[in-house]
């Protein structure tokens, strides 16, 4: 027999069920993870920070500029003929120059490495790194991966290619944090070896 205590605990769990959505569900899916696009005074170093993020597959990924100009774009043919260095599923984004305080944001849906560069400073090796999820896709394959298919993308530069974090320690710590003032990275001064 029923008692009125478990008929209204069983009510009020199918109610709450009703009106809590998927996302309400699964947990934070529609927090955004806030990214700063980062500049010393002189502008002589630039980064992002986190340089490296793991998310989950819907999550909203917020760049906002603190100083200097920057830009937000994924390594995709689309964007200037540059690689393909996020899920081939996954739609590329190229945000305009933003100034303090703009910002830009996407949401990310597919799993996959998300690799990203700011415009205007690419070549200093201002970069970043997304997983939505799990590791998967070309963000993993060697930089040089698509000559092998007779592809005329650009490469990613040298100082790009230094500046990104290991997939490994985006995996074990979530958020790789840009270090400005400890360890040095050719060109761009900046590092990605604080966790948190």
Partial sequence: ????????????????????SPIALSGGMDESVDIHMMSDPDGAHVGFDP??????????????????????????????????????????????YLLPPQSFEVRLTV????????????????VGRIIVGRPVGPGLLPFDYFKAQGRDWMDVPPEAQRAFPKVSDILVHKRVRLQMALQRVPFCGLAATNYG
């Fill in 1 to 20: 027999m029923l008692s009125r205590r478990k008929i209204l605990a069983t009510g009020g769990g199918v109610l709450a069920g009703l009106f809590l």
């Fill in 51 to 96: 340089i490296g993020v793991l998310i989950k597959p819907g999550q909203r990924v917020r760049w906002i500029c603190d100083a200097n100009v920057h830009s937000t774009s994924a390594y995709h043919p689309n964007n200037d003929n540059h690689s393909l260095r996020i899920p081939s599923a996954a739609q590329p984004w190229a945000s305009d």
């Fill in 111 to 126: 799993e996959g490495v998300y690799d990203y560069y700011c415009t205007p400073h690419e070549m200093a090796g201002m």
